[in-house]
């Protein structure tokens, strides 16, 4: 054991004297020392960011020392990825930093002011690409909808709302939401109590009579309208 210690202690002094140079002192003038040095990035997980785009973001972390990177000076770099979420970082000693990305996802194309952007479940607008097809999201109208739709979208989801037959989602300024669905069916719901009508709209979905009508209105409480 006390070897042991001896060993972890030269060790830590010989990471020092290679980290810190004060001007004073120059410890190995004529040779860089490479040891503990970050050679090499391994990326996991990362489905809609290229790697390209990350090794880009983080080319300034090679070669610097392994021990005093931390996880926010490769997180902060990539905050301004699309669909980027968070990281978990590993270190592999000596030179090697494993990071495994968590990506936003996305949950619908926004029309906003005649332009269109994807929606994220982190309510971030990203650019259309037009290599990338999302022709299976549900379209979102409304001036300020970005803002509101994703915790309305995370209390339908919660409420097992069957949002895959949702082609359409309306927001309205008084704080509401329209639903139109594949079939052309519309459900309308309030601006206040909307988890006790989203419950209610589950159930009455639920009924094949139901089916049978263009609109269900429950936008005064307690009081189901249908056309």
Do not use: C
Not at 31 to 53: A, D, G, Q, T, Y
Not at 80 to 85: A, G, I, N, Q, R
Not at 141 to 162: C, H, K, R, T
């Amino acid at each position: 054991m006390k070897k042991l210690y001896t060993i972890f202690l030269l060790l830590i002094i010989l990471v020092f004297l290679t980290t810190y140079t004060p001007s004073g002192l120059n410890v190995f003038p004529n040779k860089e020392n490479s040891f503990f040095k970050i050679k090499k990035i391994e990326i996991l997980n990362n489905h809609r960011i290229s790697e390209k785009e990350i090794y880009k973001k983080l080319a300034h972390i090679y070669k610097k020392n392994i021990l005093f990177v931390n996880k926010n000076d490769l997180e902060e770099p990539l905050e301004s990825v699309d669909f980027f979420k968070k990281i978990e970082v590993k270190k592999k000693y000596p030179d090697t930093v494993l990071i495994k990305v968590h990506e936003t996802k996305p949950i619908a194309i926004l029309f906003k002011k005649n332009t269109r952007y994807l929606l994220d479940d982190s309510s971030n607008l990203i650019n259309m690409n037009k290599s990338i097809s999302f022709d299976d999201l549900p379209s979102v109208f409304g001036e300020d909808a970005d803002q509101n739709f994703v915790d309305f979208f995370n209390q339908l989801e919660i409420s097992n709302f069957p949002t895959q037959r949702v082609k359409n989602y309306y927001y309205y300024q008084i704080g509401r939401w329209d639903l139109q669905f594949f079939n052309n069916q519309t459900i309308k719901f309030p601006s206040e109590k909307i988890i006790n009508a989203i419950q209610q709209s589950v159930e009455l979905l639920k009924r094949k009579n139901f089916n049978d009508y263009n609109t269900i209105d429950l936008r005064i409480h307690d009081r189901i309208v249908v056309e």
